[in-house]
């Protein structure tokens, strides 16, 4: 079974520049997640997609971020414009239901660096 | 909202050793509670997760976590270690539909 595919691995851009970042999910798994990893952190939801529709975008910084998830499959995040304070690891994660009992399955990450 | 404490941000220790890694949470309500593992450069994987039943859970490549509700503790726990247990350990909890992750633990093995 093939895991959660990103792209790309890393990035790096200029502050002001913006970045968009691409998650594949398992197949089959409705629940898309996508977390922010500041170094020396653990991971922070950003926001939480099922099928196609917004369960969670509580702590989604929206005047900048944005993310959407075509045809309830695979999922976008941008950023525009980026601030310095963006570098982390993006991370995309899915699960085959929405309940806090189902494992959430992660892909490699997309390590963002903004000079 | 529920929130995450990992009591040691570094653990250092020698190969074969024993390790305990931390967790408490705070909780008035019931929760799911889990442990990933992140290998340098990788995404996280699941150790192991405690939904219900016995407090003692077992995990991959050896880990085992007790859940302690009373002290609101999770605390994983690996007899002997390896060099390939190099890796950073997270805790985390989930209510209904959100998982909340703690800081991280580094755990560093030396032959």
């Known amino acids: 079974e093939a895991g959660v595919a990103q792209s790309p691995r890393y990035k790096i851009i200029e502050k002001r520049q913006s970045v968009a970042f691409w998650c594949n999910p398992i197949s089959g798994h409705a629940t898309l997640y996508w977390y922010q990893q500041i170094l020396g952190q653990g991971p922070k939801l950003l926001i939480q997609f099922q099928n196609n529709g917004v369960v969670d975008d509580s702590q989604l910084p929206k005047d900048r971020f944005s993310a959407e998830r075509l045809k309830g499959v695979d999922s976008t995040l941008k950023i525009q414009p980026a601030k310095l304070e963006d570098s982390a690891v993006y991370l995309c994660?899915?699960?085959?239901?929405?309940?806090?009992?189902?494992?959430?399955?992660f892909g490699p990450g997309t390590r963002l660096t903004v000079l | 909202a529920q929130s995450v404490t990992q009591l040691d941000s570094q653990v250092p220790v020698f190969e074969e050793a024993p390790v305990e890694l931390r967790c408490n949470y705070s909780s008035s309500v019931s929760v799911y509670l889990f442990w990933y593992v992140q290998y340098p450069n990788q995404g996280l994987q699941l150790l192991l997760k405690y939904l219900s039943g016995s407090t003692l859970v077992k995990g991959i490549n050896g880990f085992e976590a007790e859940f302690n509700k009373s002290q609101t503790s999770f605390h994983l726990r690996k007899p002997s270690v390896h060099i390939s247990d190099t890796a950073e350990y997270f805790c985390a909890v989930s209510d209904d539909y959100k998982l909340s992750f703690g800081a991280g633990t580094t755990v560093t093995v030396r032959a």
């Open positions: 994660a899915s699960s085959l239901g929405i309940a806090g009992t189902d494992t959430q399955y």
